[in-house]
């Protein structure tokens, strides 16, 4: 049974940082592809950054590009991303999310397992 549990948000102001984290169960993180999603009230679910299974390719939307930091540490079978200079634009649910596969794509199909989700509000 895989299960992914974020955690690390919560309301910041405006150019303040947050650190958020999803620890897997049931799941390495060395296996698959994973990344984080982001659901904005009234708008569609949409990728804001992933890594591969090897954490040696990252990519990030153009959103948050230069000021996201997706990594992982295998150790403690933990998803990270640091996100600095927040704005009032990245406030959303944020996802965590894992694939099967050890590319890495931006089809939320492509993502077999999701987390709960995590706050951020930025004002």
């Known amino acids: 049974h895989v299960q992914l549990v974020e955690s690390g948000g919560g309301s910041v102001q405006a150019g303040g940082s947050l650190r958020l984290s999803c620890v897997a169960s049931?799941?390495?993180?060395?296996?698959?592809?994973m990344g984080w999603f982001r659901q904005a009230p009234g708008k569609e679910r949409e990728p804001v950054a992933r890594?591969?299974?090897?954490?040696?390719?990252?990519t990030y939307a153009a959103s948050v590009r230069g000021r996201a930091t997706i990594s992982k540490d295998n150790a403690k079978n933990t998803l990270f991303m640091l996100m600095n200079s927040l704005d009032p634009e990245d406030t959303a649910m944020y996802y965590c999310?894992?694939?099967?596969?050890?590319?890495?794509?931006?089809?939320?199909?492509?993502?077999?397992?999701w987390g709960q989700g995590t706050q951020v509000t930025v004002s």
């Open positions: 999310a894992a694939s099967r596969l050890f590319s890495c794509s931006a089809r939320q199909d492509d993502y077999a397992y």
């Open positions: 049931g799941y390495s993180v060395v296996s698959g592809c």
């Open positions: 890594i591969n299974s090897g954490g040696s390719i990252t």
